[in-house]
């Protein structure tokens, strides 16, 4: 199928975006990488009067350290986490991340800004961010506003955005030094979404630990204060203490009724957390 006809306009820098957002806000559709709006517009699920393209906006393609945090721009590829022309505050975790992300073309155009404003369930970063503690600025002619992900994504293809805003950068914070990584997914072929993801950041020598179940048909399940998982505490024994009747628990709390699909998600946890102590 093709797309129902739009308008396109290219602006040249961020406030000339905004504006045009603005003025058509019922109407308009932004455009970064097109590899998720791309396949919408031709199958007709969204038909905007108009699509305002920002992959021309150098505004949005900083990538820089500021303080204990890389601050990426919304335009920022999986390509370049991937190849490493951003900063490495994370120690390999989104490199990882990103190399593992559908298959080298779709990576060479999509970006982080829109994979996040996309709010695909089963997309990497909305697990893998939330994990990682990461924050995300919106703007507008209003100004600008900061939010963590786990609050940025509100459900399957929804995300907080109001009419008129904009992803302009994602904030994350460096990982510690003593802080272990492990991120798994389940898909059924390579390059395909996955259907469970595990993401762990999980840091013994603070007690402390942040774990995403990802993939479940909605928002991910982001445990903040995860010492329930291990035994009540987070220490170097954690791999051994890990509990997979809570992790079950708390898939029966988010409503996931199938005894199979939560064996899956617990698996690819505890692959994580393997993963992490390895
Ligand atoms: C075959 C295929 C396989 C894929 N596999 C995976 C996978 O395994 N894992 C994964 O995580 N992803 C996967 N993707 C998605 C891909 O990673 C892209 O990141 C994702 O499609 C969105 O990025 P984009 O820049 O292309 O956004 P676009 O397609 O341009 O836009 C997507 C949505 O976000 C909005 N948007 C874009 N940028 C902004 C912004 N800055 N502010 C506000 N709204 C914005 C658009 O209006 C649109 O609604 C796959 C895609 C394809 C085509």
Known sequence: ?????????????????LSMLAANSASAKIIAGGQSLGPMLNLR?????LIVDISGLAEL????????????????????IEDGRTADVTRGAMRGVAANIAYRAVRNRGTIG???????????????????????????L?????????????????????????VEAIHVPARAASAHWGYAK?????????HAIGAVLINPAAASARVVIGAIDTTPIVVTDAAE???????????????????????VGAGIDDAAQRHIHVSVLKRAVLEAAA
């Open 45 to 49: 699920l969204v038909q905007p009067e």
């Open 114 to 140: 829109g994979s996040l404003s996309h709010a695909d369930p089963a997309a990497d970063w909305i697990s893998a961010l939330a994990a990682l503690g990461a924050r995300v600025t919106l703007r507008s």
């Open 186 to 194: 389940s898909c059924r072929k390579t390059g395909e979404f996955a």
């Open 142 to 166: 209003a100004g600008a506003r900061t939010l963590a992900v786990d609050a940025f994504v509100l459900g399957a293809l929804e995300s907080a955005l109001h009419p008129g805003e904009i």
């Open 229 to 251: 998982l291990f035994g009540g505490r987070i220490a170097a024994d954690y791999k051994q203490r890990f509990d997979v009747r809570v992790a079950d628990a708390l898939l």
């Open 61 to 80: 393609k900083r990538a820089e350290v500021v303080g204990n945090e890389l601050v990426l721009g919304a335009l920022v590829t999986h390509a370049d």
């Open 1 to 17: 199928m093709k797309p129902a006809p739009f308008s396109y306009e290219r602006p040249r820098d961020l406030d000339a975006a």
